[in-house]
């Protein structure tokens, strides 16, 4: 296949759910950016550091290490510290968003995701892509 050449931004979704990782997956590739995956926030901070993304959507309640501390070791990461953070979360109680953005998150998405939502917030946050 030879080297990869893509030059498309790179989103990171981080979720412990596989069905919802792919709606977003589906929701942000049909926007035109390359996606990587992880599935807590420990594999989260991984494929940052390797990857670098663009921005991150970081779900907060996952197992082995929950997106609000992910968030606050992203945030200690030279290269990845300024990369924007979308909490995204079913909790639509003002101290989980107030918690998030403490934490170091830009912005804050509930679940489900609205994909003309998806849309604008990536629009304010990336650069065009292409």
């Given amino acids: 296949m030879g080297v990869n050449m893509d030059t498309r931004l790179t989103v990171m979704i981080v979720d412990d ?8 997956r589906q929701m942000v590739e049909n926007l035109g950016y390359h996606v990587v995956e992880a599935e807590n926030g420990q594999e989260a901070i991984e494929v940052a550091r390797h990857r670098c993304p663009n921005l991150i959507l970081m779900d907060l309640n996952m197992p082995v290490m929950d997106g609000f501390t992910a968030t606050r070791q992203l945030r200690q990461m030279v290269h990845v510290c300024s990369v924007p953070i979308v909490a995204v979360s079913a ?40």
């Fill in 17 to 24: 759910n596989e069905d919802i990782r792919e709606m977003l």
């Fill in 91 to 130: 909790n639509r109680r003002e101290q989980s968003q107030a918690d998030a953005l403490a934490a170091g998150c830009n912005e804050y998405l509930t679940k489900p995701v609205n994909f003309h939502q998806l849309h604008s917030l990536l629009g304010a946050w990336l650069p065009t892509n292409g």
